[in-house]
């Protein structure tokens, strides 16, 4: 059964710094990976979207990349700002359009 | 821009009551799911439906049910609500792509639910 764990957890940060979110994997039988803002008691965001045949994604300051073969994603937030503080969610999309999803990483930008 | 609703987006009830969480999606996606999560905790799966008639159970057993009669529309339902029915309910859509991705799940607001 694939399982999906995001670390850190919590990550609180000074304005300005660009920072590091990780995502792993245990099955690399996915198709893609997809990355999601949630910011509370509201719905996902999707942020950006990876195929298993790609390496990486940008978005403005975002940029996500994927090794499928290692069981690993990232997403790199350039030049944070405040109102970037929300909870970073990975999943995984499997056979039959399932999602798996990590437990999220909350994310808190001081000004 | 996604374009999938929830209705109510927030509720509380009593128990014993029947309620009926509204989602709809105005992309003619073909697929539709219902995510459930606590707060702090992960999302999980808690029905699914790949088109019109079509129905499945996700990876967390739930008491709701769902239906799927028109394309747009993917109600839950809890028949007796219980406090241990206390949470977010999150439904999401994907389908043929406008601009993006086949697959890509689009979510809607959420209806926080809570059972006195």
């Known amino acids: 059964k694939q399982e999906v764990t995001q670390i850190p957890a919590a990550l609180s940060v000074p304005e300005g710094e660009n920072l590091v979110l990780n995502c792993s994997f245990t099955d690399s039988a996915i198709y893609n990976l997809q990355w999601f803002r949630q910011d509370p008691g509201k719905g996902l965001t999707s942020l950006l979207l990876i195929q298993s045949s790609q390496r990486e994604q940008t978005s403005g300051r975002l940029n996500a990349s994927l090794d499928k073969s290692s069981g690993r994603s990232t997403l790199y937030i350039a030049a944070s700002q405040p109102g970037d503080s929300a909870t970073y969610l990975c999943?995984?999309?499997?056979?039959?359009?399932?999602?798996?999803f990590g437990g999220g990483t909350r994310l808190m930008v001081k000004p | 821009e996604a374009d999938i609703y929830q209705t109510p987006r927030y509720l509380v009830i009593g128990t014993g009551k029947k309620i009926t969480l509204e989602c709809s999606q105005t992309?003619?996606?073909?697929?539709m799911y219902w995510y459930q999560q606590d707060p702090g905790m992960e999302l999980h799966l808690i029905h699914y439906s790949y088109g019109v008639n079509s129905t499945e159970k996700g990876d967390l057993s739930s008491e709701s049910t769902v239906s799927r009669i028109r394309t747009e529309h993917f109600p839950l339902t809890l028949e007796s609500a219980r406090p241990s029915h206390t949470s977010q309910y999150l439904c999401?859509?994907?389908?043929?792509?406008?601009?993006?991705?086949?697959?890509?799940?689009?979510f809607g607001p959420g209806t926080r639910l809570t059972v006195l």
């Open positions: 992309m003619g996606h073909d697929k």
């Open positions: 999943a995984v999309e499997e056979a039959g359009n399932m999602l798996t």
């Open positions: 999401a859509s994907s389908g043929p792509p406008t601009g993006g991705y086949y697959n890509e799940q689009f």
